[in-house]
């Protein structure tokens, strides 16, 4: 069964911490994502990745930053967390092309 | 900007009713997806649509891509409680990677 895993399915960090959070494929898809989930603002993309070490910004990468040292790993970085962070944190990855988003279950952050 | 606009926002029905979920844009996109998510889950995909007019069913699920590609309805026959959950469309932007997602209708089927 094809998998998308998040670390942590709940988080909660303080004003000004680094966050990581993690998300690995278990299907050798080429593509990942990153999106973040606020209520009535659907699914806002943060970055996405097309190859190892390759990334390119989405629509909001401000206060984000990302790495693929792997090709089945793809990680989120808050380099100073702050409380307008806070959201559901969502992974997802793809076949290379225009193929389906497979998602993970997602990351709930607070940030205090 | 490319914009998906959903509507209803919520929407709170009996067993057994019909209903119907719009996904609009002012942008014309190459395909267009429909998801579902369950609470705690991230979303799955239901359907695909590519072709303008294009119709395509799933169970008591109807999916419609507009002629003209801008926009998609779902509507749902008989609904049942199993049906409840956050619905998301997604469109494909600008022939690159970048899925663009509709602001969601949250739809809960009363038994």
């Known amino acids: 069964d094809v998998k998308v895993t998040q670390s942590s399915r709940y988080l909660v960090k303080r004003t000004g911490e680094k966050v990581f959070l993690e998300c690995v494929q278990d299907?050798?898809?080429?593509?990942m994502f990153w999106y973040r989930q606020d209520p009535g603002l659907g699914l806002r993309l943060i970055y996405f990745s097309y190859d190892v070490k390759m990334k390119e910004k989405g629509d909001i990468p401000e206060g984000y930053s990302v790495s693929r040292e792997k090709k089945e790993r793809f990680s989120l970085i808050l380099e100073s967390a702050s409380t307008n962070q806070t959201s559901m944190y969502l992974c997802a990855s793809s076949r290379q092309g225009r193929e389906k988003l497979f998602f993970g279950s997602g990351t709930q952050l607070s940030v205090l | 900007t490319q914009l998906l606009e959903q509507s209803p926002q919520f929407l709170s029905i009996q067993e057994g009713e019909n209903l119907t979920v719009y996904c609009n844009s002012s942008s014309v996109f190459s395909s267009l997806q429909w998801y579902r998510q369950e609470p705690g889950e991230g979303p799955v995909l239901l359907v695909t649509v590519v072709t303008g007019g294009e119709v395509k069913k799933l169970k008591r699920l109807t999916f419609q891509f507009g002629d003209a590609r801008k926009d998609s309805s779902l509507h749902i026959t008989a609904a049942q409680p199993g049906d409840t959950g956050l619905y998301l469309c997604?469109?494909?932007?600008?022939?690159?990677?970048?899925?663009?997602f509709g602001t969601g209708t949250r739809l809960k089927v009363l038994a």
């Open positions: 299907m050798d898809h080429e593509n």
């Open positions: 997604a469109g494909d932007g600008s022939g690159t990677y970048k899925y663009i």
